[in-house]
């Protein structure tokens, strides 16, 4: 119980305070903003002299200030969503109509909610801070019949109002498309202030075309139907509508260039307030941490490098974990000798136990994640291949390496049933029902499921032309599309039994209703969704595979109780087993192909290209063994394919 303590003393001060610094960072960063927006926002190009005199006195008026207070709840406010919504493995939904339902659940809902109201507090700052004709809701006017004064409805502060809605929930809707909360690992480590200066530029640039986007948007949805919100609000709020102004719902109304200017800027300090503070926090949370190898006292025990490592409450201290391997196992002589090192008394390597489990742990879920997905897509319409079965003995093989045993026969072959990504990333993100892989398995029983789907599970649709018996043996060669939902998104079942020859006539064929085609279009499999879902976590197996690598490489001269020797069979096997399986899966289909590049987004892409480097790191890590030892591993005791495939990285054909 006091361990357990310990270790949560220890997480909330790792990943929490680095929080807090990222959120008072943005706080402080808010005058220096809010100034700038100032200056813009007063600009006057024919009288400099006024304008600079007109900013200084802004700058310390009373409202200013009120407005740099709210400012200030808005950033505390989106720092709370940042650490709760955070998350170190992207969700990548595998169809449209998962994505779909992503926007759409409840928690997405409230997301949504909570920006269009954030973004409207900044807007009212925005206009208080401009003043003139975006100052208040209401303005004094006078009717033409009675000329009486009376409080109208001012459109322009309204206008900005709703543009600050709309815009935060652009932000909302993007961070979902985008996976604008996936934190993303630097590969080359750099200090704060350097990694917050280079990133500076992009954050502008991204905040100025996504303020240009939003407000071209805004315009074209208030020019259709603005009506509908100014007529609600003041018969609401009991205010007149000025007949003598222009109305903005109309093409006159927004061919205002000082309008559209003060849209512009507004909406690009509303963007840069929140991209700083999303940057802020990826840049502390991702800082490395250095970790203690070993301790002295027993209650630091829990903060210990072996002990973090397999760390499953709390995902980033893991990857911390991992990173500070692989950068120790790069930089660090003196750690590494604390890995090699033996237990006093007793003279086990109780560090590099631990270490290299964990690591081939990781390594051996990854192969039989690809594996498993390999006899999915060979089970989808064809007969499975005889490599894909000798590619499942390899991760049976390499499973029992991990486990600690040295039998290098050739073992039988695992039975891996037909894993969705749900079911593969358990181990990793928290369960097949966690909100990460909700979306990859479907609901058979839906409405919206395809009978693909219904078939692969053992269940068919009674209204389909595929129910019950079919003459021709060549039509149940059409099986679904090799990327369709059913391959990716399928529930754990066997594939559909081979068609039995009967002699009675095929059902009638009835034409699919538009509303079930459309739906079935939006279930068609994203392009390159399942390949990168399955690396989705892979920043973790780089880090163990470059951690492993170069420990084993140092223990060539550093090792000097021979602890890295006994496992290093075990860690090739491992290796060899995972290059198989990656291979296999870059001949896949979409598997290759790399993405195309985007807009300026403040969404991280980084995700789209790990399994490019997963495999780079892997060959990398292979050479750096095969170059290290030599023809020394020729009495490494392994199987007789590894072997030939480990000969082909020592003469350098890989």
């Known amino acids: 119980m006091f361990s357990l303590k310990q270790n949560s003393w220890f997480i909330r001060k790792v990943v929490i305070w680095r929080a807090v610094a990222s959120i008072a960072w943005s706080v402080l960063l808010l005058p220096v ?4 927006f100032v200056l813009l926002s007063r600009f006057s190009l024919f009288h400099p002299i006024q304008w600079i005199s007109d900013c200084t006195s802004l700058l310390t008026a009373s409202s200013t200030i009120f407005s740099l207070v709210v400012l200030c709840g808005v950033v505390l406010i989106t720092g709370f969503f940042n650490l709760e919504f955070y998350t ?98 630097q590969p080359i480590q750099q200090y704060k202030y350097p990694r917050f200066k280079g990133c500076l530029p992009m954050v502008v640039k991204c905040s100025v075309i996504q303020a240009l986007y939003s407000a071209r948007n805004f315009a074209a949805l208030y020019f259709f139907f603005g009506y509908v919100p100014k007529t609600w609000i003041s018969s609401t709020l009991n205010l007149q ?35 700083l503070t999303v940057l802020l926090f990826r840049i502390y949370v991702t800082e490395a941490y250095s970790f203690p190898v070993q301790s002295t006292f027993t209650e630091d025990a829990e903060q210990c490098l072996p002990k973090v490592l397999v760390e499953k409450n709390t995902f980033v201290m893991k990857f911390l974990a991992l990173q500070d391997l ?41 192969t039989q994640r690809l594996v498993a997905h390999q006899d999915a897509v060979a089970s989808n319409g064809r007969v499975k291949s005889q490599s894909a079965s ?14 600690g045993t040295e039998d290098i026969a050739e073992t039988p072959r695992l039975s891996v049933p037909l894993r969705t990504p749900g079911s593969v990333f ?50 149940m060669r059409r099986g679904p599309k090799l990327w369709s939902a059913s391959t990716e998104c399928q529930s754990n079942g066997s594939p559909p039994a081979s068609p039995a020859t009967v002699s009675s006539p095929p059902a009638a064929s009835q034409k699919p209703s538009f509303l079930a085609q459309w739906l079935q279009n939006r279930k068609e499999q994203l392009p390159e969704a399942s390949s990168q879902a399955l690396f989705a976590d892979c920043q973790a197996h780089i880090w163990a595979l470059q951690g492993l690598s170069h ?36 001949k896949l289909p979409h598997a290759s192909s790399k993405p195309g590049r985007t807009i300026c987004s403040m ?31 020729i009495a490494v005791n392994i199987s007789t394919e590894h072997r030939k495939r480990l000969q082909q990285f020592l003469e350098f054909k890989e």
Request: glycine residues 6%; proline residues 5%.
């Open 88 to 185: 170190l493995v992207p969700s990548i939904p595998c169809s449209r109509m998962a994505l779909l339902g992503t926007v759409l659940h409840p928690r997405q809902c409230v997301h949504s909610l909570v920006y269009c109201t954030m973004g409207m507090l900044v807007m009212w700052c925005a206009s208080v801070t401009i003043g003139g004709r975006y100052s208040t809701l209401g303005a004094p006017c006078r009717q033409s019949e009675s000329g009486e004064v009376v409080t109208c409805l001012n459109e322009y502060h309204l206008f900005l109002l709703l543009a600050g809605a709309f815009m935060g929930y652009s932000h909302s809707f993007l961070g979902v498309v985008q996976n604008m909360y996936y934190v993303s690992f």
């Open 390 to 403: 000798s590619d499942t003995r390899s991760a049976s093989s390499s499973s029992s390496v991990v486990s």
């Open 33 to 36: 903003t809010t100034a700038v």
């Open 241 to 275: 509508i000025d007949s003598s102004l222009q109305p903005l719902d109309s093409l006159t109304g927004l061919l205002d260039f000082s309008l559209l200017y003060h849209l512009s800027i507004s909406g690009t300090f509303l963007y840069l307030t929140w991209y």
């Open 426 to 475: 358990k181990s990793s993100v928290g369960g097949a029902n966690s909100a990460l892989t909700a979306p990859f398995t479907p609901d058979v029983d839906s409405p919206f499921s395809s009978p693909a789907i219904r078939r692969l599970v053992g269940q068919q649709d009674p209204q389909s032309p595929w129910f019950g018996t079919v003459q021709s043996p060549h039509i």
């Open 603 to 633: 969404g991280d892409s980084t995700y789209k290209t790990l399994r490019f480097a997963l495999r780079a790191a892997l060959k990398t890590s292979i050479y750096k063994i095969t170059t290290t030892f030599g023809e020394h591993l």
């Open 551 to 586: 420990l084993v490489a140092a223990s060539f001269s550093e090792d000097q109780f021979g602890v890295v020797q006994t496992t290093l069979p075990s860690i090739l096997s491992c290796l060899v087993v995972l290059l198989e399986a990656v291979d296999r899966h870059f």
């Open 326 to 366: 692989a950068l120790l196992s790069q930089h660090s002589l003196s750690r590494r000798l604390e890995v090699f090192s033996l237990s006093q008394p007793g003279g086990h390597p109780h560090n590099w136990n631990a270490i290299s489990r964990e690591c081939l742990s990781l390594l051996s879920e990854l």
